[in-house]
T-cell receptor
Framework: AQSVTQLGSHVSVSEGALVLLRCNYS??????LFWYVQYPNQGLQLLLK??????LVKGINGFEAEFKKSETSFHLTKPSAHMSDAAEYFC??????????FGTGTSLTVIP | GAVVSQHPSRVICKSGTSVKIECRSL??????MFWYRQFPKQSLMLMAT?????????EQGVEKDKFLINHASLTLSTLTVTSAHPEDSSFYIC???????????FGEGSRLTVL
């Protein structure tokens, strides 16, 4: 079975500061891992994904995440936060089939 | 990636009426679609898995007679909320699975308000 834990339901950073959103997973099979972003009243947009190639994954809008099997983590980072990064972020794990599990989400606030 | 469109984006209806939400895969033949419900400030709750040409698979606790799902073609799935009540008010989101890449692509969501 798979599950996802996102530590910190709310994260605030200053504009230009490092963004770090944490995600830990559990999986009984080699997982696929995803980060999605959701803006108010919109669907989810894929930021990046890990599907067993490079462990450091680069996504859109300057975000990246590193798959660490030993730590069962897939934390999302961005070197310099922008006001437009304020949104809800969801980490997800799949069994490489049609079973997806989403974290509870982290709301990112960017302070000017 | 797949482009997924939902319609309507917002709908307000009276209690007791039925509402249909459409989910279209515009550039991708979707064998599998998912319907989610999202409460304010919460994560997505999977309601059902919709498979083209067959009956949907509902998650535990989701009333299949209340939330009718039809996936009649590879590009269209519909969710009908029957005899809607205020507690059905929510944000409903569909998604399409690309089984080759393992990615989920989401529609824009539909906000239902039942008065």
């Amino acid at each position: 079975a798979q599950s996802v834990t996102q530590l910190g339901s709310h994260v605030s950073v200053s504009e230009g500061a490092l963004v770090l959103l944490r995600c830990n997973y559990s999986s009984s099979v080699p997982p696929y891992l995803f980060w999605y972003v959701q803006y108010p009243n919109q669907g989810l947009q894929l930021l990046l994904k890990y599907t067993s190639a490079a462990t450091l994954v680069k996504g859109i809008n300057g975000f990246e995440a590193e798959f660490k099997k030993s730590e069962t983590s897939f934390h999302l980072t961005k070197p310099s936060a922008h006001m437009s990064d304020a949104a809800e972020y969801f980490c997800a794990v799949s069994d490489r089939g049609n079973q997806f599990y989403f974290g509870t989400g982290t709301s990112l606030t960017v302070i000017p | 990636g797949a482009v997924v469109s939902q319609h309507p984006s917002r709908v307000i209806c009276k209690s007791g009426t039925s509402v249909k939400i459409e989910c279209r895969s515009l550039d991708f033949q979707a064998t599998t679609m998912f319907w989610y419900r999202q409460f304010p400030k919460q994560s997505l709750m999977l309601m059902a898995t919709s498979n083209e040409g067959s009956k949907a698979t509902y998650e535990q606790g989701v009333e299949k007679d209340k939330f009718l799902i039809n996936h009649a073609s590879l590009t269209l799935s519909t969710l009908t909320v029957t005899s809607a009540h205020p507690e059905d008010s929510s944000f409903y989101i569909c998604s399409v699975l690309d089984s080759i890449t393992g990615e989920l692509f989401f529609g824009e969501g539909s906000r239902l308000t039942v008065l």
